[in-house]
């Protein structure tokens, strides 16, 4: 009971907190408030642990979490470099330029345009995922095949959004274009390729998420004994709880940066577009 | 219509692709079988002997097909080889959780709007939430709720209710806040209170961002769903066909699965693609 009330008395003193700096102005409390939010929730979880005695193998507590990722550096790193950069950061260049080229190729007949969308935004919200067991059976337990399934999950709303993108220019400007006598690679390069940025980058940015995703759900069909998919299966079977939380705040971190990483590339690349300015 | 006629084309095209594909990756097989037996290989033979295998690398698509119906209709629904069953097992713990993590991204987004407290507080975090593969965490939901004693469907609606939750939240937000300044003006001057200007401009005004988030939210939860069922060993669900597939080598299960959990998923986009027509067009929002 006790414990409850102490609980309840940090949360309401932490959101009371929250309201008054919200109502301040300024961005200082803009940053502020998710920031304290956050912490209010860790330190909550670290109580719920302590105070009511949950075993481990159920819910481990934030402490024993870092605890956990600051004694196994080394296999964070080994499953990181596994599963990310040779899985998911492969298959996503790879995905990702094959959209584009294939993008630009149907771009000049309306034909396939008019064929292949549908198909591509029908393909795009199925569970692509299922194809995993089909690509370790093709490609092997290694990253190849967490690569092949990183591919096809992020084609298509590549491929959607390049298209769209690839649209996105007003008859006025082409035909500015063709007063200047330009060619029709002229015009991709100059005008339409750069007007397609913001849509290319929308899909991109989705395709991060997606990439992650795949890399991970490929290797519990099957991997070799690296991976952060195989540790926490691995470690699942072995009710190693805090191991499998240091993966998902690994992975975590990875997709944030990797998305971060994509939308700071696209504030230089479409710098001139109205959402990018303030 | 106008693009019926490409998309067959394009359809047909990835048909024959597929035939010459299958053709192509399960010739070895053939080969390997008549270099055995010292007979020779005509084309003839090469095609018709890489369309028939039984556990072809690549499955033609008349035998993904045939693998299709007869999970469909070949067997009793209440078989375990019957895709009914499975396909069952799989959508009805998708619907259970969609429809909680639907219900409750909602109430989160009515709650974010109106207290700026909340708003700052969690949408960053709802945010950066969709950059993190949450699916990472399925199996361990499953297995952690399993050692509690609860098992079923109710494991698997969470992780989907997890994953239909998010995108709904943040499509709720932005629908909710889509009147503009006069609209809310205009309901100030009639003296309108919160509940007032909630059930009688914002909600309306945010259907159409409702049903397309709750499109992207029914695709989501039927991955996590089918995910879910993995790390259990393979019991029930169309995840567990996969992964059964997987381990025995069939891949025409694999492949049958795969399509059926395609149409489930393409039906359910449908479904929800149906409602949303229906009602934007009798509250006169339908373009």
Known sequence: MTALVILLGVWLGAWTLNSGLSEMRGSLPRRLVPVIFGLTILTLWQMAVRLYDISPVILPAPSDIGAQIANSLPTLWADFVQTFVKGALTGYLMGCSAAIAVAILIDRSPFLQRGLLPVGNFVAALPIVGIAPIMVMWFGFDWQSKAAVVVIMVFFPVLVNMVAGLKATEPMQRDLMSTYNASYWQTLAKLRLPAALPFLFNGLK????????????????GSPIVGMGFRITAEIGRLGLPMIWAEIAVAALAGSAFYGLVALIEKRATFWHPSQRN | MRSLGPVLVVLAAICALWYLAAIWMNAAWVNDQAAREGREVFLVDLVTETLMQERPVLPAPHQVAKGLYDGV????????????????????????????????????????????????????????????????????IIVVLNSLGITGIVPKAIISAYLSFFPVVVGMVKGLRSPDAMQLDQMRTWNASGMQTLGKLRLPASMPYLFASLKVGVAASLVGTIVGELPTGAVAGLGSRLLSGSYYGQTIQIWAALFAAALLAASLVALIGGLERVTLKRMGLAR
């Open chain 2, 73 to 140: 209709f070949g067997q009793a629904v209440t078989s375990k080889r019957s895709l009914v069953y499975h396909g069952w097992v799989t959508l009805s713990a998708t619907l259970l959780g969609f429809a909680i993590g639907s219900a409750a991204g909602i109430l989160l987004a009515v709650g974010i709007v109106y207290n700026r407290a909340m708003d700052l507080s969690v949408m960053p975090w709802a945010i950066a939430s969709q950059t993190i593969p949450i699916l990472a965490i399925a199996p361990m």
């Open chain 1, 206 to 221: 989705i395709a991060t998420t997606l990439a992650l995703i795949g890399a991970i759900v490929a290797e519990f069909f």
